[in-house]
């Protein structure tokens, strides 16, 4: 069945720290993944997608995310964590080419950056 | 741009009473989504309309939602009558391709009391 999934629900590092959020998927065909930040009390963010090229994206705020194709991965990284970075983050991926643009998300982790 | 406009930001309202959530997409934008956030079930999608057409309301959770899209620059949510259970974030999002992804609006927070 095609799915994504973010497999931790809460990530805590160290400010300083690099970081790293999950996500796997299974989709048929090529995927189109994306990530999002949500801050408290708001909506959610665009930071970043791949959809085709470079294995390796950049987004915003710093963060960058690898397409592993092998490993069906695109895990969220950044080198040195920021205490603002503490929110929630969600993966999300187009489930196919049947799938219009409907989006498809992992139910978050929670990013907790401790001083 | 104004992105994805969504009205009222919160809602406080009288169980039994009716709900209406409101939406402005993005223009140009031919897809729009309606999702419920609650702390205990998560991002949870409602509803999805293309080119003002409902596509999948499989998620809507019951008889009392209704949705729709009457042209391409509105939306609405509507919760009749309203329970208790029903408080959560409500947002909306619209895309303009597989592409794109999804511009979010920020949420209309409803609480049922």
């Known amino acids: 069945a095609q799915s994504v999934a973010q497999p931790e629900d809460q990530v805590n590092v160290a400010e300083g720290n690099p970081l790293t959020v999950k996500c796997t998927y299974s989709?048929?065909?090529?995927?189109?993944l994306f990530w999002y930040v949500q801050y408290p009390n708001r909506g959610l963010q665009f930071l970043l997608k791949?959809?085709?090229?470079?294995?390796l994206v950049k987004g915003s705020y710093g963060f960058e995310a690898e397409f592993n194709k092998s490993q069906t991965s695109f895990h969220l990284k950044k080198p040195s964590a920021l205490v603002s970075d503490s929110a929630l983050y969600f993966c999300?991926?187009?489930?196919?080419?049947?799938?219009?643009?409907?989006?498809?998300f992992g139910g978050g982790t929670r990013l907790m950056v401790k001083p | 741009d104004a992105g994805v406009i969504q009205s009222p930001r919160h809602e406080v309202t009288e169980m039994g009473q009716e709900v209406t959530l409101r939406c402005k997409p993005i223009s140009g934008h031919n897809s729009l989504f309606w999702y419920r956030q609650t702390m205990m079930r998560g991002l949870e999608l409602l509803i999805y309309f293309n080119n003002n057409v409902p596509i999948d309301d499989s998620g809507m959770p019951e008889d009392r939602f209704s949705a729709k899209m009457p042209n391409a620059s509105f939306s609405t949510l509507k919760i009749q009558p309203s329970e208790p259970r029903d408080s959560a974030v409500y947002f909306c999002?619209?895309?303009?391709?597989?592409?794109?992804?999804?511009?979010f609006g920020s949420g209309t927070r409803l609480t049922v009391v």
């Open positions: 999002a619209s895309s303009l391709n597989p592409g794109y992804g999804y511009t």
């Open positions: 989709v048929s065909g090529n995927p189109y």
């Open positions: 999300a991926v187009r489930l196919g080419n049947n799938a219009g643009n409907m989006l498809t």
């Open positions: 791949y959809i085709t090229g470079d294995n």
